[in-house]
């Protein structure tokens, strides 16, 4: 190879390394480009002044401010000028943190929660138009009115007891004659019933009609004790009368109905003997009747004696009849678990008898006025009543109400609402759904959590570390814990006194966590103890 050709040979590698390495620097510089310009392209757009309207990473970023400028729930963003509610994991539902921090469950920050525009509380949710629209959600006004409701029962009719008259022998006589043959015969008033000879009265009329034909001075006071002696014998005042106007022994007697009904009872027969005292037979009235109905106990409270009522039976068909409650009855069927409403029934006509079917409509009382909301409003748990109110904005928040009478489709308020407030008829659990995804304080199943238990105690700091503190502690009677050492979790820092550290003595107050440590919710340093 003569060196012209070695020249060129060492030129052409030359070009070849020259522009290898332009292709090397070109490369890394677009290489560099694309790295830098890389979180331009993801950059986090300018957030919206409605946090509803983030995104995640828009949440996120707004979580990083708050740590920088120490905001925390309950304070005020002074970017958005609303009140941060919490910190939560959106992909976390239902768990929900005080102090901006990254999530313990993702690789990501917490996200906040603000309060809306008008100061809403953690207890309501918002939905927007257009998925109330889908959810086909319907609202009702709150009105104010009164229920004039019945209560319906189902009884059978029996004789009124008050309308029953039992005639007895006044002395020793004998059945002569009979004008009512068999029980159950109807009677008018003032109707012979039965005619009795009594030997009895014979002596004691015939004494009166001898001294009634003496004159004289005293004979007066003779014929007035010998009408006493008549009305001692059992005569009646009728009877006596008789005597007086005829002048004749009266030894038989006509026992007459005193009320028109019909005879329940017959005890005797012509020609029985009859001793004083003795029941003859028995009349029962059918002015008035008696409907004793069932009713259950819930209902029974809403009636009164004096309660106007209907009544109808197939037995007497097209015919309505007019009565009043007359008492209910002191007792509770334990099976049933009803009521007897006894009812007074006018039966002018005697339609009704006892055993006949009937149904009853009693009226209740009208009250005074009170707020109404559709029974569809209502939701009953078991341990309280609640109902899902309709804000401004598309906001719904559970409120426990006191329910009362529930009549055609409308029950009562005594408690929780306010005139004029809406409420809503259908899509509640819906909405309660969405309440719990996004872990709001109050839903429609929530009952109330009771008050924890807090307990008193000294202790001396053996270890802090972050949120918890390692105390020694006395025994503790209410807890029966021995003297012994373990972990609490710290009140939030404002709460705390300055500079705590190992060896100081505390005066704690502190309340049991389910699944946690024990949580401390007040604590104050006491002086150490002087030295002997």
């Given amino acids: 190879m003569n060196k012209k050709t070695a020249f060129f040979a060492l030129a052409a590698v030359a070009a070849l390394v020259a522009v290898g390495g332009g292709a090397w620097w070109l490369g890394m510089q677009q290489g560099m480009g694309h790295t830098t310009s890389a979180p331009q392209a993801v950059a986090v757009q300018p957030a919206s002044a409605d946090p509803s309207l983030w995104t995640i990473p828009q949440g996120e970023e707004a979580t990083r401010r708050h740590i920088r400028e120490s905001l925390k729930a309950g304070d005020v963003d002074p970017v958005t000028g609303r009140r941060i509610l919490n910190y939560h994991d959106p992909m976390v539902p239902g768990k929900n943190f005080e102090a901006p921090a990254k999530s313990p469950f993702m690789d990501m920050m917490l996200v906040p929660r603000y309060a809306g525009s008008d100061a809403a509380d953690a207890s309501s949710v918002t939905v927007s138009p257009r998925i109330q629209q ?22 059978n009719v029996a004789w009124d007891e008050r309308e ?10 004998f059945v002569e004659k009979l004008h009512v043959k068999a029980a159950l015969d109807r009677v008018a008033a003032g109707a012979a019933l039965a005619e009795l000879y009594v030997p ?7 004494e009166y009609l001898a001294l009634a034909r003496l004159t004289g001075d005293g004979t007066d006071s003779l014929k007035d004790a010998a009408r006493q002696r008549m009305r001692q014998a059992g005569m009646t005042p009728a009877h006596i009368q008789r005597v007086v106007t005829s002048g004749q ?4 007697f006509t026992l007459t109905a005193p009320i028109a009904g019909i005879v329940s009872e017959l005890m005797v027969r012509e020609g029985a003997t009859v001793m004083p005292g003795m029941t003859l037979m028995r009349l029962q009235g059918t002015r008035t009747v008696w409907a004793e109905g069932a009713v259950p106990e819930s209902q029974a409270a809403l009636l009164q004696p004096g309660a106007r009522v209907r009544t109808t039976s197939p037995g007497a068909p097209g015919q309505t009849f007019e009565g009043q409650v007359q008492a209910l009855l002191p007792e509770v069927d334990e099976v049933t ?52 109110v309709a804000e401004e904005g598309g906001r719904f928040r559970p409120v426990e109400v006191t329910a009362g009478l529930e009549v055609g489709g409308q029950t009562e308020i005594s408690a929780g609402l306010q005139m004029g407030q809406r409420v809503v008829l259908s899509g509640q659990f819906l909405i309660d759904s969405e309440a719990s995804l996004r872990g709001l304080e109050a839903r429609l199943n929530q009952e109330p959590v009771p ?56 005066q704690i107050e502190f ?22």
Wanted: glycine content about 6%.
């Fill in 134 to 155: 889908n959810l086909g959600l319907r609202t009702a006004p709150v009105v104010e009115g009164s229920l004039v409701s019945e209560v319906t029962a189902v009884g």
């Fill in 164 to 173: 029953r008259v039992e005639l007895s022998s006044r002395a020793m006589g």
């Fill in 200 to 206: 009895d009265w014979v002596a004691a009329q015939e």
């Fill in 249 to 252: 022994v009266q030894a038989r």
């Fill in 337 to 388: 678990r009803t009521i007897r409403a006894r009812v007074e029934l006018s039966n002018p006509q005697g339609r009704l008898v006892p055993g006949m079917l009937v149904s009853m409509r009693l009226d209740r009382p009208r009250t005074a006025a009170t707020l109404l909301v559709p029974s569809d409003a209502v939701i009953h748990t078991g341990r309280r009543s609640v109902v899902m």
């Fill in 451 to 506: 008050k924890a238990q807090r307990y008193t105690t000294d202790a001396v700091i053996d270890a802090l570390s972050g949120d918890t503190v390692t105390l020694t502690h006395p025994p503790i009677a209410a807890l029966k814990w021995p003297q012994m050492q373990m972990d609490f979790k710290l009140p939030p820092r404002a709460q705390q006194p300055r500079d705590l550290e190992a060896g100081d003595r505390l």
């Fill in 511 to 532: 309340e049991m966590q389910d699944g946690d440590v024990p949580r401390i919710t007040s604590l104050q340093r006491v002086a150490p103890e002087p030295r002997q």
